[in-house]
T-cell receptor
Framework: NAGVTQTPKFRILKIGQSMTLQCTQDMNHNYMYWYRQDPGMGLKLIYYSVGAGITDKGEVPNGYNVSRSTTEDFPLRLELAAPSQTSVYFC???????????FGQGTRLTVV | QKEVEQNSGPLSVPEGAIASLNCTYSDRVSQSFFWYRQYSGKSPELIMSIYSNGDKEDGRFTAQLNKASQYVSLLIRDSQPSDSATYLCAVSLTGGGADGLTFGKGTHLIIQP
C-alpha cells in the first residue's frame, strides 16, 4: 500500500516555464488537496477536490490549475512559473467521513 | 479570513519535562482541530485530533480545546529527544474533509537531552 505518491521530489524551473506536479493515491480516498509550504511557514491550501470531476479553489490558487479525472489522481499544473512559486508542495488525501489527512512526501520546487 | 496563530519558538524543553504548545484560531464556527508533527524535510503526520471542549489523551500526548476562548493546546509528557520537531496546529470548519485545513505557522520544539 503506497499511500500518497508525489512526483517529482525535486525540480528546478526557469521563469516562464510550465510543469505538472503529479499526485496519486491508492487508498480510494475521495478528498484530495494541494498545499504549499514556504520556509518557516505553515501549509496553505491551493486547490482541493471532493471527488472525481469536482475541484475548488483554496486560499492561494492564483498561478495554478488542477484537474481530477479519476479518484486516484490529482495533478497540479503551474503555468508561467514565477519565483514566488518557489516552495515545497504537498499533496494530501482524506477518506470521506474520516479526519486523518495522509500526506505525500512533498515536491521541492525552485523557480529561477 | 480564517487564521491560526502559534508561537513560532523555538521552544526548548529539557528531556523528561512537559512541553506545552499553544494555538489560537479566529473562526468561531470551526469544528475540528488537529496537531501535526513535522520533522525537518519531511511531510506532516497527524498526532492528535480533538472536536469537543476538554481534554483528549493519547499516550504521552494530551490535546486540550476551549471553544469559548478559541484556544487549542498540546501537552507532551516525558519529552524525548525524538519529539524535537515542528508542531503544526490545524483547524477545519467541518471534519477536515470538504473544506481542507487551515494551518498555523508551527512551533519549533527542541528537547534538550
Amino acid at each position: 500500500n503506497a499511500g500518497v505518491t508525489q512526483t517529482p521530489k525535486f525540480r528546478i524551473l526557469k521563469i516562464g516555464q510550465s510543469m505538472t506536479l503529479q499526485c496519486t493515491q491508492d487508498m480510494n480516498h475521495n478528498y484530495m488537496y494541494w498545499y504549499r509550504q514556504d520556509p518557516g511557514m505553515g501549509l496553505k491550501l491551493i486547490y482541493y477536490s471532493v471527488g472525481a470531476g469536482i475541484t475548488d479553489k483554496g486560499e492561494v490558487p492564483n498561478g495554478y490549475n488542477v484537474s481530477r479525472s479519476t479518484t486516484e489522481d490529482f495533478p497540479l499544473r503551474l503555468e508561467l512559473a514565477a519565483p514566488s512559486q518557489t516552495s515545497v508542495y504537498f499533496c494530501a488525501s482524506i477518506l470521506t467521513g474520516n479526519t486523518e489527512a495522509f500526506f505525500g512526501q512533498g515536491t521541492r520546487l525552485t523557480v529561477v | 479570513q480564517k487564521e491560526v496563530e502559534q508561537n513560532s519558538g523555538p521552544l526548548s524543553v529539557p528531556e523528561g519535562a512537559i512541553a506545552s504548545l499553544n494555538c489560537t484560531y479566529s473562526d468561531r464556527v470551526s469544528q475540528s482541530f488537529f496537531w501535526y508533527r513535522q520533522y525537518s524535510g519531511k511531510s506532516p503526520e497527524l498526532i492528535m485530533s480533538i472536536y469537543s471542549n476538554g481534554d483528549k489523551e493519547d499516550g504521552r500526548f494530551t490535546a486540550q480545546l476551549n471553544k469559548a476562548s478559541q484556544y487549542v493546546s498540546l501537552l507532551i509528557r516525558d519529552s524525548q529527544p525524538s519529539d524535537s520537531a515542528t508542531y503544526l496546529c490545524a483547524v477545519s470548519l467541518t471534519g477536515g474533509g470538504a473544506d481542507g485545513l487551515t494551518f498555523g505557522k508551527g512551533t519549533h520544539l527542541i528537547i534538550q537531552p
